[in-house]
């Protein structure tokens, strides 16, 4: 899919340089050509030798090279290619291409560069939070560079957070999405809105009410239609991951605010509800911490929150053409699903079985139907990426007919 792309990988020097390995090879098992430069740090992890192998290219390292500029000189570097990825980014990288350093042949090539940019950080969570990276960040960002990841999770230095690059595979993905590689656009010209993830509802300005949903299945649904070419508004409340390539996300924390976002997105050709909006609200949000304070237990009285699936369904003006609910049950999965439908007004329900030991909350696959009008259609199991890409080929159909 990335045939005839040229790919210009930047290697910083970080433990994650390894993956960046992996990366080339993914890339080139795509068809991409990759050229590889890597800073002196990144030497200290892996070798050129292993970069050339791999991307079936020579590897640039110095600036000051007399063999490299009579041959290719760093401009023409920084220009022959579709897309300069950076992986990984270094925080030190990073703060010189924010700060427009150009001392080695990496930080040169950035600066030089008349293509877009695309980085994925990777490094210690505590470097990442950093509010000088963080500046870096919100600058490269403002400057147009594309930013992938870092994902959370397990570090190489023990510690856990925010920080690990991103799969090679999502890298893949996010260029593809990026290069509009595919001609396989059936979503194109389309908006979709999606909601994700799950909202939390405050009870005081320090509790709030909160339920398990990951976002995995919604953020799958709204990289996938931005892959076939949809324009994308996904509504996310708080979730742990990152943001996918090629979509407008709108972050929210309540019902009340997802509901607001999805209005304002109007007018949409597809609504896909996947948030798993908390039910209800606490009734009045107290306005300082509720106290323990020996006296009587603090009672809860609940408001019921705005169904934002039946709101986008019930809509006279600016209906999306096709609302999308998911109904999450643990048992008679299709019977409520059917339910569901007519009760929401919805086009179509992708209900799954969500009891426990079936993994699919949180986890990363998941076994749907889909219920529409004419009928009922078992999917297999299968990842919620591939529940995504065949779903957002569905809505293509549909949109298209
Ligand atoms: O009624 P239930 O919560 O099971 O319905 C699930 C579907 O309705 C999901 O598509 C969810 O995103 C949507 N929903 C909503 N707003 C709510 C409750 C559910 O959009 N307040």
Excluded at 285 to 306: C, H, I, V, W
Aim: hydrophobic share 50%.
């Amino acid at each position: 899919m990335l045939q005839g792309k040229r790919i210009l990988l930047v290697i910083a020097g970080g433990i994650a340089a390894y993956r960046s390995l992996e990366l080339i090879r993914a890339l080139r098992e795509q068809r991409a050509a990759v050229r590889c430069v890597m800073t002196h740090g990144a030497q200290q992890f892996v070798t050129p030798m292993a970069a050339a192998a791999l991307s079936g290219d020579r590897v640039f390292t110095e600036l000051f090279s007399l063999t490299d500029e009579a041959e290719m000189g760093h401009i023409r570097l920084s220009r022959e290619a579709d897309l300069v990825v950076v992986a990984p980014a270094t925080a030190d990288l990073m703060a010189k291409m924010a700060a427009g350093l150009a001392d080695d042949l990496a930080s040169t090539v950035l600066l030089a560069t008349d293509k877009p940019v695309m980085a994925c950080p990777a490094m210690n969570t505590m470097m990442w939070n950093h509010p000088a990276t963080q500046r870096n960040v919100a600058r490269l960002k403002a400057d147009g560079v594309a930013m992938l990841g870092p994902d959370a999770g397990d570090l190489a230095c023990g510690e856990v957070g925010r920080g690990r690059m991103s799969q090679p595979a999502a890298i893949v993905a996010a260029i593809a999405a990026f290069l509009d590689a595919s001609t396989d656009k059936p979503l194109a010209g389309r908006h979709a809105l999606v909601t994700s993830g799950p909202t939390h509802e405050p009870i005081d300005p320090v509790r709030f009410i909160a339920n398990r949903s990951s976002g995995k299945q919604g953020h799958a649904i709204a990289a996938a239609c931005a892959r076939l070419g949809a324009r994308v508004t996904l509504v996310s409340g708080p979730v742990n991951l990152p943001d996918p390539a090629g979509v407008e996300i709108v972050k929210v924390e309540t019902a009340r605010e997802m509901l607001a976002a999805c209005e304002a997105a109007l007018p949409a050709d597809v609504a896909i509800c996947a948030a798993a909006v908390a039910d209800w609200r606490v009734a009045s949000e107290a306005a300082t911490k509720l106290k323990k304070d020996g006296g009587a237990l603090p009672t809860l009285s609940f408001a019921e929150n705005p169904d934002i699936l039946a709101t986008l369904a019930a809509r006279n003006d600016r209906r999306p053409r096709l609302v999308i609910g998911f109904a999450a049950e643990t048992g008679d999965v299709v019977t409520y699903a059917r339910a569901k439908l007519a009760r929401k007004g919805c086009d179509w329900i992708v209900a799954n079985d969500v009891s426990t030991g079936t993994g699919t909350f949180g986890g990363d696959d998941n076994t749907v139907f889909l219920v529409g009008p004419e009928g009922v259609e078992d999917w297999p199991r299968m990842s919620k990426q591939e529940v995504a890409d065949t779903l957002a080929r569905r809505i293509a159909g549909h949109l298209a007919a």
